[in-house]
């Protein structure tokens, strides 16, 4: 049975992107943390199936909450970055890049005493025009990446990329794309986040398993703590379109998450390199 690779993207329901303009991070400190308990909750799944995943953790978080990165660490899990503040890698210049990654990559090889070897954009910003980021990444002492989704999306994309996991031209860098899957020859992003939340159960585990069975590939997954937090505090004053991809289905993402656990094999990222 081909073993997956799961990733968990540790930030709270304030810092997504989708909020950026309402929330300032200055004000981050205002707002209820439910980062912890969220995340407790995919911990406790992932023991109850004896599974191991990646957790790219946002800095800022890291740095006010020492105590979740241990909890991921001693679980025997994956520590990778996440960036510092959370924001859009094509909104930064490249030294402003340099700065937020290496303060994120300082504070968690600190806390887990262990170098950190994943990284992974917020919101998956490399795309065509912040292409730069890869070699401040491999600077820094990254060994793989996983930033680039090859679909066509408002915020994020790269269409012509490959869909499984490749090594970078005249690099060591690896790189996994989020996984998309093939239906009439068009790329279906079916592998987590508000797709996982929004496609039915049936469908997502269909086209998942045909990217095992049919494609002898392995295929990235991903999710957010604050996805299994119905009951989280609401934002008011996002658009129409953002509020529809942040809170829909949130009450059906632990019971997919557990089938999808109980479905396939996972392992982390840094376990293929």
Sequence with gaps: M?????????EDYYQVSAFEDLIKRNDWTNYESRVVKNTRIILDLLEKYDTKATFFVVGWLAEKHPELVQMIFSCGHEVACHSYLHRLVYNLNPEEFYDDTKTAKDILEQITGKAI???????????????????????????????????????????????????????????????????G??????????????FPYS???????????????????????????????????????????HYLNLHKTEGRFENLLKTFRFTTLNSAI
């Design 2 to 10: 081909i073993r997956n690779y799961l990733t968990i993207d540790v």
């Design 117 to 183: 070897a994943g990284y992974r954009a917020p919101s998956y910003s490399i795309d065509n025009n912040s292409l730069w980021a890869f070699d401040i990444l491999r600077e820094l002492g990254f060994t793989y990446d996983s930033s680039i989704f090859p679909i066509s999306h408002d915020r994020y994309g790269n269409i012509d990329s490959p869909r499984f996991m490749y090594k970078m031209k005249d690099t060591d860098l690896i790189e996994f794309p989020i996984s998309t899957a093939l239906v």
């Design 185 to 198: 020859g068009m790329k279906i992003p079916v592998s987590g986040g508000g797709y996982f939340r929004f």
């Design 203 to 245: 469908i997502t585990e269909k086209l998942l398993s045909r990217i095992n069975s049919k494609e002898k590939q392995s295929f990235v997954f991903y999710v957010h703590p604050w996805e299994f937090d119905p009951d989280q505090p609401t934002i008011h004053g996002a658009n129409k379109l953002s509020k529809f991809r």
